[in-house]
T-cell receptor
């Protein structure tokens, strides 16, 4: 069965420090993984997906099939990065399985 | 181009009642998915509609049902409401079933008392 695990519910870092939000998955097929972000009082929105291999707002995520991980990283955190981050596994048909989320706070 | 809109934004229902939540998909999108997000949890997939047909369902009982209309807007109906149904209900629309971005609405906050 598919599963997405985000082990940290809360994460605080200082502005300018590196940040890593962890995500592990369990899926029998070839996974399609995404990171969604929800800023305060805004709707859930796509941050990045592994197939595009882009860097969005300074964030990157590499799919590691050996470790079944898709950790989100940014070398220098900014205050505007404070938000709720969800890792999601996409099933065929655009159906998503989400992790429980990590609330990131960047301390000025 | 309009985004995904959901109505109402909030509502309170009594246990045992029935509720209907509505979602207007983004222009050009023919696929709508519904998610339940309990407090402190990630969104959980309820079901999906593609071109007015159900196309996949998560682990939710039959009292959760849905509908998609010819204009691709959608409804989520929940019968015999239980206290545990209290949650944020999210609607997401996308253009088709292949690897496309899903756009989320703001959600409907349902409280069952």
């Amino acid at each position: 069965a598919q599963r997405v695990t985000q082990p940290e519910k809360l994460l605080s870092v200082f502005k300018g420090a590196p940040v890593e939000l962890k995500c592990n998955y369990s899926y029998s097929g070839s996974p399609e993984l995404f990171w969604y972000v929800q800023y305060s009082r805004q709707r859930l929105q796509l941050l990045l997906r592994h197939i595009s291999r882009e860097s969005i707002k300074g964030f990157t995520a590499d799919l590691n099939k050996g470790e079944t991980s898709f950790h989100l990283k940014k070398p220098f955190a900014q205050e505007e990065d404070s938000a709720m981050y969800y890792c999601a596994l996409q099933q065929p048909g655009n159906q998503f399985y989400f992790g429980t989320g990590t609330s990131l706070t960047v301390i000025p | 181009e309009t985004g995904v809109t959901q109505s109402p934004t909030h509502l309170i229902k009594t246990r045992g009642q029935q509720v209907t939540l509505r979602c207007s998909s983004q222009s050009g999108h023919n696929t709508v998915s519904w998610y339940q997000q309990a407090l402190g949890q990630g969104p959980q997939f309820i079901f999906q509609y593609y071109r007015e047909e159900e196309n996949g369902r998560g682990n939710f009982p039959p009292r959760f049902s849905g509908l998609q209309f010819p204009n691709y807007s959608s409804e989520l109906n929940v019968n015999a409401l239980e206290l545990d149904d209290s949650a944020l209900y999210l609607c997401a629309s996308s253009a088709g079933l292949s690897n496309t971005e899903a756009f989320f609405g703001q959600g409907t906050r349902l409280t069952v008392v």
